[in-house]
């Protein structure tokens, strides 16, 4: 073993400087020296990496009906054709968009699976200070406003309507006079469709996943609310699995 190796070079040199300064040592050293420095390696190595039972070598198989029992609410799938995939969807879990990528078994989830969450999450040098996404990406959103201009203001009157809309999220609006929220492509209360999204400035164009997870047979990405980094982001995923897991382990 590496660390046994590691651990005799260290007593050699111990002893080498023993003698060197001549010492006389009337107790059995080498057990004592070996059991010392075995316990401080053993103490760093275990302290030295995350080794969260999280996606520690899961074997579990799962359906992406698993993930709807647990409160994902899936929505609609890629146009990106994931290679050996069985199912990509996207959906919602408490806010955030969560989107999963189902493999048969667990190599091709960790082979192929590795390649599609991070093509889908790659994020690059803004090019002309705009686009700061990988060719392969396929959803994108806008990010890097300058202060908190979420709703932000567009300032444009929808007749007959007579409204103030504000563009939130993707393709969301909010409408000041109800205080709610509606899809940009149909209102809903009213018969006018508007099939054209308003110009609006985007300071940075992002993958709107920015961190995966691979859990068993499946990949996990997830976009980051406001405010969040990759840590918060991660723990967010590390949630799903958690509850994943729990699922599972009932059936």
């Given at each position: 073993?590496?660390e046994?190796?590691?651990?005799?070079?260290?007593?050699?040199?111990?002893?080498?400087?023993?003698?060197?300064?001549?010492?006389?040592?009337?107790?059995?050293?080498?057990?004592?020296l070996?059991?010392?420095?075995?316990?401080?390696?053993?103490?760093?190595?275990?302290?030295?990496?995350?080794?969260?039972?999280?996606?520690?070598?899961?074997q579990?198989?799962?359906?992406?009906?698993?993930?709807?029992?647990?409160?994902?609410?899936?929505?609609?799938g890629?146009?990106?054709?994931?290679?050996?995939?069985?199912?990509?969807?996207?959906?919602?879990?408490?806010?955030?968009?969560?989107?999963?990528?189902?493999?048969?078994?667990?190599?091709?989830?960790?082979?192929?699976?590795?390649?599609?969450?991070?093509?889908?999450?790659?994020?690059?040098?803004?090019?002309?200070?705009?686009?700061?996404?990988?060719?392969?990406?396929?959803?994108?959103?806008?990010?890097?406003?300058?202060?908190?201009?979420?709703?932000?203001?567009?300032?444009?009157?929808?007749?007959?309507?007579?409204?103030?809309?504000f563009?939130?999220?993707?393709?969301?609006?909010?409408?000041?006079?109800?205080?709610?929220?509606?899809?940009?492509?149909?209102?809903?209360?009213?018969?006018?469709?508007?099939?054209?999204?308003?110009?609006?400035?985007?300071?940075?164009?992002?993958?709107?996943?920015?961190?995966?997870?691979?859990?068993?047979?499946?990949?996990?990405?997830?976009?980051?609310?406001?405010?969040?980094?990759?840590?918060?982001?991660?723990?967010?995923?590390?949630?799903i699995?958690t509850?994943l897991?729990?699922?599972?382990?009932?059936?």
């Amino acid at each position: 073993m590496i660390e046994s190796r590691i651990i005799t070079k260290y007593i050699k040199i111990f002893l080498k400087y023993m003698n060197f300064r001549n010492i006389k040592i009337k107790i059995p050293v080498l057990p004592i020296l070996y059991i010392i420095i075995l316990t401080f390696f053993l103490s760093c190595s275990s302290g030295s990496s995350k080794d969260s039972d999280l996606n520690n070598g899961s074997q579990n198989t799962y359906n992406l009906e698993d993930a709807v029992k647990i409160g994902w609410k899936m929505k609609k799938g890629f146009s990106t054709e994931f290679p050996n995939s069985t199912d990509a969807k996207w959906g919602f879990f408490k806010g955030r968009e969560v989107a999963l990528i189902r493999y048969q078994n667990l190599d091709d989830a960790q082979n192929y699976g590795n390649t599609a969450g991070s093509e889908q999450t790659e994020y690059i040098e803004p090019i002309d200070g705009i686009k700061a996404y990988g060719d392969n990406v396929e959803k994108t959103t806008c990010r890097g406003f300058a202060e908190y201009q979420t709703p932000y203001k567009l300032n444009i009157h929808f007749n007959p309507m007579d409204k103030i809309f504000f563009i939130q999220k993707n393709n969301t609006i909010f409408d000041q006079n109800t205080g709610t929220l509606k899809n940009l492509y149909s209102l809903g209360d009213t018969s006018e469709e508007i099939y054209e999204t308003p110009a609006a400035e985007c300071p940075r164009r992002e993958p709107l996943y920015r961190e995966f997870v691979i859990e068993g047979n499946i990949v996990i990405m997830a976009e980051p609310l406001r405010g969040e980094d990759s840590t918060a982001l991660i723990k967010a995923i590390e949630e799903i699995i958690t509850k994943l897991k729990e699922n599972y382990d009932k059936n």
